[in-house]
Structures are given as structure tokens and as C-alpha cells.
């Protein structure tokens, strides 16, 4: 499959610090996937996410940047800001940073209004944008009535609305309780499979992100310690994922418990309709073999 993003070499100082956030980062990413990101706060996290956007180099002027990024083969460095925004669309933790309209529907519509979209065209994407995120009942709600879920939603709906070939969301589910950020993850994996979006998101919650990403990168120190499948983790050969601070999701420390106790499985998995369809399964052939 073809790459979307190439990187080079990458690497980036804020000043005046002089140590680099990120440094040394080569990276292929292939249309269509979904890919989560975890690690330590101060890993690099955002800044990474800030690279494939153009926000570094284009608004951090004042840090260094070194190597290159490569978007839907332009590069970065070289493209305005406002073409990367409609390849590469940015979510935030904080959903408020990115709502400033008195209503959802004229949130949502800011974006392709600013690139001079023909009214019919703006219409359309604001409809699409609105229905895939399910909150067409709140288009004529305030931004700042609604829920933290409500407003993440907002978010999603105003980037996709200028329908980028890749969404990146840093963290958009650190304030939201449990049942929120499951709404908003199992919204992003619709968008994934329906519009075959390429998703790269940081999620602190690794049992959630885990579910639907296809890869897992993390960072430590700023730079990418593993880049592989997410079931590479249960091989603690590979990595001690624990020592870069990325917790085991506790699924996959049930299995692993399970299988040291004595107890066969066919494989660990990773979300819960997988460790059910295990569970029955390997009853089902304890039955057959105590018959």
C-alpha cells in the first residue's frame, strides 16, 4: 500500500532549551491505517503530531527543525499552512481551543468558508461533517452548553469538514470519563473504516486505542522505541513495554495471568469481544474433550 506520510531524520528543539523534543524519527505511514501512539508525558508525543500537521515548522518559528516530513508527497516545509490543515486534519485534548462560533453548524462551517468554497460546497461538507459524527440535532446548540463528549465531537466534525487525507488527534479523550471516550473512539474507527482516513492518534488509554489500531508506535525520550503490531507486546523479548511507562492493558494481563496458572488459549487478545469469543470457544473444547 502506499505511503502517506514519509519521514526523514526528523528532529526538533523548542528553544532555548537545547535538548531535542524529537530526534532521530524514521517513519513510513501507509494510506488507511490506524495507528496509536503512546508513552510518557514529555516523551514527544505532541510535538511528533505537531510535525505531520505544519505546525512545526510553520507556527513554532522559533525552534529547530531538522530532516524532513513528507504529506501526501509534498513536504511540509515547503507547503502553506493552510493546504497542509486540508491534508492533515488536528484534533486536540482541549476541544474548546478549537470551537469559537456562537453555534455548532457555523463551527463546523469556519473551516471551508476560509478557503473560499463555493456556499453550495461548504453547505454539503457541513451536512456530511454533522451526520458522520452523529450531532446533527446539535447544529443550532452554543459550542459551550454542550458535554466534553458533545464538544469533542464538534471538533472531529469542523476538521473533517475540510476533508484532510489524514486525522490526527492528540489525546481527545483525557477529559472525558470512561463511557465518553469510548463514544468518541468507536466514533473515530466508523470514520477510519467509512471514509478510509489514515487515523494516528495519542491515547493514554491503551486498553481503548488498542482495539481498533492496526500499529503502535512509542516514543520515549523523543524518539520511537517500537514501531510494530500491537500484539508484539505480549512478546516481552521485544520490548518491556512497562519501562517506557506504557502500561499493559489489564485484558492482556488477565490472559497472561491465566496462561501462567496453567490455562491454554489459542492466542491474548487485545479487546473484549475477542477475549469472549476465546473464552467460549476453548469451553466449548473442554466440553468436547471431557464428553
Not at 473504516?193 to 495519542?202: A, S, Y
Request: with cysteine; glycine share 6%.
Amino acid at each position: 500500500m502506499e505511503n502517506i506520510i514519509q519521514i526523514r531524520n526528523l528532529k526538533f528543539s523548542y528553544r532555548p532549551s537545547r535538548q531535542p523534543a524529537i530526534r532521530e524519527i524514521d517513519l513510513d505511514i501507509r494510506k488507511g491505517e490506524y495507528i496509536a501512539i503512546a508513552g510518557l508525558s514529555g516523551c514527544g508525543k505532541s510535538t511528533f503530531c505537531r510535525c505531520l500537521n505544519g505546525l512545526i515548522p510553520h507556527f513554532y518559528r522559533s525552534g529547530v527543525m531538522k530532516g524532513s516530513v513528507t504529506v501526501d508527497g509534498l513536504d511540509t516545509r515547503e507547503l502553506p499552512l493552510y493546504e497542509i490543515t486540508q491534508k492533515v486534519g488536528m484534533v486536540f485534548q482541549d476541544p474548546e481551543s478549537q470551537l469559537m462560533a456562537l453555534t455548532v453548524e457555523r463551527d463546523i462551517a469556519f473551516g471551508p468558508e476560509n478557503l473560499g468554497l463555493p456556499r453550495e460546497e461548504i453547505r454539503a461538507r457541513v451536512e456530511e461533517a454533522l451526520e458522520l459524527v452523529k450531532i446533527a440535532h446539535l447544529r443550532e446548540r452554543a459550542p459551550h452548553e454542550l458535554s466534553g463528549g458533545e464538544q469533542q465531537r464538534v471538533a472531529i466534525a469542523s476538521v473533517l469538514a475540510l476533508q484532510p487525507k489524514i486525522l490526527v488527534l492528540d489525546e481527545p479523550t483525557a477529559n472525558l470519563d470512561p463511557a465518553g471516550a469510548v463514544d468518541v473512539l468507536n466514533i473515530i474507527e466508523n470514520l477510519q473504516v467509512q471514509k478510509k482516513i489514515t487515523v494516528i492518534i495519542v491515547e493514554h488509554r491503551l486498553e481503548l486505542a488498542l482495539q481498533s489500531a492496526t500499529r503502535l508506535l512509542i516514543m520515549h525520550d523523543g524518539t520511537l522505541v517500537f514501531d510494530d503490531k500491537p500484539e508484539k507486546l505480549i512478546a516481552k523479548d521485544i520490548i518491556p513495554a512497562e519501562a517506557y511507562g506504557v502500561q499493559m492493558p489489564s485484558l492482556i494481563q488477565l490472559f497472561t495471568q491465566l496462561m501462567d496458572e496453567g490455562h491454554s488459549f489459542s492466542q491474548i487478545p487485545f479487546n473484549i469481544p475477542l477475549a469472549a469469543s476465546i473464552i467460549l470457544s476453548e469451553l466449548g473444547s473442554a466440553r468436547s474433550t471431557s464428553e
